[in-house]
């Protein structure tokens, strides 16, 4: 499996690099800095990147970043070396009841299978505090940026599911295909390595039954909407 970092911020396309850069600015840039001492978590943390980013966007909080895959967390254990405010696991019991203010998960749940996704939303519920606030972001998979996601990923997997014509086509048109291929990422771990059949909308009728979305943001352009945006972020409050 390639690292964590190789298939975002590091990747050999510096188109790519600056777009999850730019993704990475905008999710963080969200809420306002606070000085409080606060409790963040970094809900599927990869290799503890964003958490390494807000460390400084809000300087006096305590982090925990979740990352249950373990090659991605010895990836992040070397991240976040010496940055104590940074607490790792490996699962969501070592998280307390009602003990964290903000929730951040990005680039996470298009990953997910319905029943995991469901889980997953139930633990931010269980963790994030009454009025406690969830920072949600996605990549759009759908319209306008299916085709252009379509046509870079052509240039380097020609064949594979999400570079194919008719299934650019579909999801181009609003109706991504619903066959995606599922491959654990480590054991126990249901896993879309894919992106293509991904669709936020059926996301936001899921959230919606939980939470209460305050706005929703897209990125790397914050003005033109999911039409042409590549990524999308909810900011909800429980």
């Given amino acids: 499996m ?4 190789s298939l975002t911020l590091h990747d050999r396309s510096s188109v790519k690099r600056w777009f999850q850069r730019r993704r990475l600015r905008v999710a963080i840039e969200l809420l306002d800095a606070s000085e409080e001492s606060i409790a963040i978590c970094d809900y599927g943390a990869g290799n503890a990147e964003v958490s390494k980013h807000l460390a400084t966007h809000f300087p006096n909080a305590r982090f925990v970043a979740f990352e249950p895959t373990p090659i991605f967390m010895e990836e992040a254990r070397e991240n976040v070396a010496g940055l104590d405010q940074i607490h790792l696991v490996a699962s969501t019991s070592d998280i307390g009841d009602h003990s964290i203010d903000i929730l951040y998960c990005l680039e996470v749940l298009e990953h997910l299978p319905l029943a995991e996704t469901i889980a997953a939303l139930d ?8 009025g406690g606030t969830a920072v949600i972001g996605v990549p759009v998979e759908i319209w306008i940026p299916a085709l252009y996601r379509g ?16 299934n650019i086509i579909r999801a181009t048109l609003g109706f991504p295909p619903k066959d995606r291929e599922m491959i654990p990422i480590a054991t126990g771990i249901p896993y879309y390595h894919l992106h293509i059949g991904f669709d936020h909308r059926r996301l936001r009728r899921l959230l919606e039954t939980r939470f209460r979305t305050m706005s929703a943001t897209t990125s790397p352009f914050m003005a033109l909407g ?3 945006n590549s990524e ?5 409050r429980k």
């Avoid at 390639?2 to 970092?5: F, H, K």
């Avoid at 633990?123 to 009454?130: A, G, N, Q, Y």
């Avoid at 999308?232 to 909800?236: E, F, P, Q, R």
């Fill in 2 to 5: 390639s690292s964590y970092a």
């Fill in 123 to 130: 633990e931010f519920d269980r963790i994030l505090r009454p």
């Fill in 151 to 166: 046509l870079f990923r052509m240039t380097r997997r020609w064949g594979q599911p999400d570079s194919t014509p008719l």
């Fill in 226 to 228: 999911t039409l042409l």
């Fill in 232 to 236: 999308l972020y909810w900011v909800c």
